[in-house]
DNA sequence: TATTATTGTCTCATTTTGTTACAATAATAC
DNA sequence: GTATTATTGTAACAAAATGAGACAATAATA
């Protein structure tokens, strides 16, 4: 089976069937927190960018496969939080509709239009950097606001608001701000990260007191730049 | 395929393939943290307790049926951790030896021997309640204490480790004792609980100073038996 | 009846966090 | 140039949480 392009789908024999894996990427902008999102040619669903693993591939490198395909970046912060199981969740009327809108005919019974388990990621990309290219049956991929998401295929939505969930627990003890923020950065916005991770206003004082106390930081010259007023330190990560 | 009894393998057909969940079954005996683990007759193989998906079951609910027809209880904590899904992780040798143990003789390519990426939970349960069951497979099933484990097959050691380190990191948020401990227990009890999870000695004042403070107890009337000191309370866990 | 070990609570020291205040200062307006 | 403005870094004090020790109460035992 083959679309116009002649391009064949992904082949049983290459993957292990019933088993996919979805990708929660987390990108922050300096305002808000935003997801990359897959939009599909000739329908209206958006999607979390996902794939399949190869029958001799470390379910691990597939994930790191798939970012790396999407984005371009290697050595990204990744978490695999839940393992998505429920019979209802897959959609084959959907599958099929993006198929077909590809040009792919899949017979009944074709094994992507069988049931799946999804062992759903979340990535923490530095926005900047990353340059994301569409997959071949998508016709777009894009950044969009968490609190202004379009709406999603299958339970795509609970697989995002579950990565948040996950992200605001770990905010603490994973240095969720090393991945989100260029290599040097002002107080303001590693506090402009967690506030927008967390979904709420914190004190400036208290905020900076614990940052600094905790020795994770190194400060450096100062930037003469921005606004009218004093001009902020530039910070980086401490290497561990 | 069947073996001298006559009962036959889980079949293909109403089985996900490549697909298994293993459970790490956390108790408590009042003194260490103890998991349930199976011996292979005529292996010296110990493992988790695992099984397989049905074609139309939850993953979920697979797991809850494999909890309950070991342990009989319904009902129970269970949290699923991690998925474990490295190419090198099931060992095809490993499952023909059990399985020829038990009068099996899975040919070659048989879906048994295959790979399998396994989505692993662990479960709180009272160690007082549970009457173990093995499995058909297995010669016994008994608790083994996490500080002086036997040997385990494959990778279970590592889950194991991770589902304890998740534990942890889950002992102030999941109230777990209310999962390990009786109806009714007092604040040393309580304590050890903490203490064997954590594995660290907890001072005493404290621990007992912020779990009243957290308003999650009830007091009840003391309990008159024990050592030769005064009588501890009794309390339980409030509703919710 | 005295002894013993453990429990529940109190007190005070220490540490952490919340809150307010204020001097320093880079860009802008004049 | 000089005053104005908004933001930054830090100090100071208040409030809350935690660490550490002391002690009276008391159920079982000797």
Do not use: C
Not at 4 to 27: C, M, Q, T, W
Not at 44 to 69: C, H, M, Q, T, Y
């Amino acid at each position: 089976m083959a679309n116009k392009e002649n391009r064949p789908l992904p082949s049983i024999d290459e993957y292990l069937p019933h088993i996919a894996y979805d990708l929660v990427i987390f990108g922050f902008n300096g305002k808000s927190l935003k997801i990359l999102l897959l939009e599909y040619d000739n329908t209206s669903f958006f999607a979390l960018p996902g794939g399949f693993i190869k029958r001799d591939e470390n379910v691990d490198d597939a994930v790191k496969r798939g970012l790396e395909e999407r984005t371009g970046l290697k050595n990204i912060f990744l978490e695999q939080f839940y393992t998505f199981g429920n019979v209802e969740r897959p959609k084959p009327e959907v599958m099929r509709t993006i198929l077909e809108a590809n040009g792919f005919d899949p017979k009944d019974g074709h094994w992507l239009l069988d049931r799946f388990i999804s062992i759903a990621h979340y990535a923490l990309i530095n926005f900047d950097e990353v340059n994301p290219k569409p997959d071949r049956l998508s016709k777009s991929i894009n950044w969009y606001s968490i609190d202004d998401l379009p709406s999603l295929m299958m339970d795509h939505k609970a697989i995002v608001l579950k990565a948040l969930n996950v992200l605001r627990n770990n905010l603490e003890n994973k240095l969720v701000g090393i991945n989100l923020l260029p290599d040097k950065f002002t107080m303001k916005e590693l506090q402009m990260v967690y506030e927008t991770v967390l979904g709420e206003k914190l004190r400036r004082t208290t905020f900076q007191r614990k940052m600094l106390n905790k020795d994770i930081l190194t400060r450096h010259e100062k930037l003469f730049t921005g606004g009218a007023h004093k001009a902020p330190y530039l910070y980086s990560f401490k290497e561990h």
